[in-house]
Nanobody
Framework: QVQLVESGGGSVQAGGSLRLSCAAS????????LAWFRQAPGKEREGVAA????????VYADSVKGRFTISRDNDKNTLYLQMNSLKPEDTAMYYC???????????????????WGQGTQVTVSS
């Protein structure tokens, strides 16, 4: 049984930082590409960042480039999202997810992901 458990969300002021974690279990961790998505109230879920299983290369949404960093620790079976210079528009529920595609796959397409965590809330006040 694959399980993904997010943590690290919270409330911060604009300009602050948070680090999200996603602990994975139930599968060979480095088999999947991994991503963070977010969904704000009344909006569609959107891809934030992804890390490909093969090369370990990373991709980011334009809205978070230069502020967020995705990384993975294979020894700890954990995915991270370091979020700096947070803005009110970053407020959303954040989810981690796994996908079977490799380098160059459609990381932005949530239909391509097979397992999801329950989410962790991030709230940024101005």
């Amino acid at each position: 049984q694959v399980q993904l458990v997010e943590s690290g969300g919270g409330s911060v002021q604009a300009g602050g930082s948070l680090r999200l974690s996603c602990a994975a279990s139930g599968y060979r961790y480095n088999y999947f590409s991994l991503a963070w998505f977010r969904q704000a109230p009344g909006k569609e879920r959107e891809g934030v960042a992804a890390i490909y299983t093969g090369s370990g290369s990373t991709v980011y949404a334009d809205s978070v480039k230069g502020r967020f960093t995705i990384s993975r620790d294979n020894d700890k079976n954990t995915l991270y999202l370091q979020m700096n210079s947070l803005k009110p528009e970053d407020t959303a529920m954040y989810y981690c997810a796994t996908a079977l595609f490799d380098d160059g796959g459609p990381w932005w397409d949530d239909n391509e992901y097979n397992y999801w965590g329950q989410g962790t809330q991030v709230t940024v006040s101005s």
